[in-house]
C-alpha cells in the first residue's frame, strides 16, 4: 500500500515563500511519476507541476511556471518550492504518484494521495 505523507503549508504574505514536502512509502513499482495538484474552494482539482523519479523531467502549469519549482531526493520525498506567492495560489495542496515514467498532467491517471496540506496567501 503506497502512502503519501505531505507537511509544509500555512500562512504567507503575498510575494513570500513556502516549500511543501510528501514523503512516500510502501512503494512496490520501480518507475513511476509524483505530481503535485492544488483545489481551491468552489473549484476542480488542478495540475500544479510533476517529475518523473528516474530521469528527473519536470513538467508545470503555466501558472506556476518560473515561480514554483518540483525536486526529489534519494530517499522518496517530492519537494514543491513555491516562491513568489499570489493570493490566487491559495488551496489545499495534494502530493500524488502513478506507476510509470510518462508525464502525465491528468489527475485521474494518479492513482495514490496524499491527505492534502492547506495553503493560504494572503494580499
Known amino acids: 500500500q503506497v502512502q503519501l505523507v505531505e507537511s509544509g503549508g500555512g500562512l504567507v504574505q503575498a510575494g513570500g515563500s513556502l516549500r511543501l514536502s510528501c514523503a512516500a512509502s510502501?512503494?512496490?513499482?520501480?518507475?513511476?511519476?509524483m505530481g503535485w495538484f492544488r483545489q481551491a474552494p468552489g473549484k476542480e482539482r488542478e495540475f500544479v507541476a510533476t517529475i518523473t523519479w528516474t530521469g528527473g523531467r519536470t513538467v508545470y502549469a503555466d501558472s506556476v511556471k518560473g515561480r514554483f519549482t518540483i525536486s526529489r531526493d534519494a530517499k522518496n520525498t517530492v519537494y514543491l518550492q513555491m516562491n513568489s506567492l499570489k493570493p490566487e495560489d491559495t488551496a489545499v495542496y495534494y502530493c500524488a504518484t502513478r506507476d510509470g515514467a510518462n508525464i502525465v498532467t491528468d489527475s485521474r491517471a494518479y492513482a495514490y494521495w496524499g491527505q492534502g496540506t492547506q495553503v493560504t496567501v494572503s494580499s
Open positions: 510502501g512503494r512496490t513499482f520501480s518507475t513511476y511519476t
